[in-house]
């Protein structure tokens, strides 16, 4: 995926007002948007195409899948019938829940993201223990899409390993959370940052001052 100024915006936002309002303003500088659960709830799988058409851009559904594999496939369909370019899978409830999610990919020519560690300070109980082998899973059965933390380098270098230099990965947890725009980008594709942008007083001056730091 190829993903403009490396930065996917976190679209976190509670309605479509708030939405529109900030793409209005910040679109010209992205091609990418990762609609999470608080836009979807709030307004319905219908934000995902409304945002794709309106902003001709990509969309990632960070639905953060994690259930049997039956139901995987039915919440990756639609996901995919409503126009989402990519869907991010959990990788902890195993290969064949992950596979369900890929074989809808494919069948619709669509990309899945498998999630390795999440970047909040709770993931170092449950999820830490298991990322790198999450992260091997992910390689043995041909997913060339990750997410990992950008909030613990060391940790994301070695993912980075792990699922080899080809593969594509981005990593939330740039600003608000402590990661570095910069340092990041030494093991991943692409940033995911949302509210740095949408809760700054100016999203484009910020978006700009990012964009700078990283020096593309
Ligand atoms: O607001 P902030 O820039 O911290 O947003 C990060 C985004 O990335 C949120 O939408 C969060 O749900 C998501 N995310 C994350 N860690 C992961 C996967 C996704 O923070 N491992």
Not at 184 to 197: H, N, P
Request: hydrophobic letters at 40%; charged letters at 25%.
């Amino acid at each position: 995926m190829e993903v403009k100024n490396k930065i996917i915006l976190a679209l976190d936002v509670p309605s479509m007002e708030k939405a529109v309002e900030l793409m209005d303003k910040v679109s010209p500088y992205l091609d990418t948007v990762k609609i999470g659960y608080p836009l979807v709830l709030a307004e319905g799988l219908e934000s995902v195409s409304r945002v794709k058409e309106e902003y001709d851009c990509k969309v990632i559904c960070d639905f953060k899948v994690a259930d049997i594999p039956a139901t995987n496939q039915k919440i990756a369909d639609v996901t995919f019938q409503a126009g989402a370019d990519a869907i991010i899978v959990h990788g902890f409830v195993g290969a064949d829940s992950a596979t369900s999610c890929l074989e809808s990919a494919n069948q619709h020519g669509k990309e899945i993201f498998l999630l390795t560690e999440m970047s909040h300070p709770g993931a170092s109980r449950f999820l830490q223990p298991v990322s790198m082998d999450i992260a091997s899973m992910g390689v043995e059965m041909g997913i060339t899409n990750y997410v990992g933390p950008s909030t613990r380098l060391d940790r994301l270098g070695k993912i980075r390993q792990i699922i080899g230099k080809d593969s594509f990965l981005i990593s939330p947890g740039v600003g608000v959370q402590g990661g570095n725009p910069k340092d990041t980008l030494e093991f991943a594709d692409a940033l995911i940052i949302g509210r740095s942008i949408y809760l700054a007083p100016d999203p484009v001056e910020i978006l700009e001052s990012i964009i700078d730091s990283i020096e593309l």
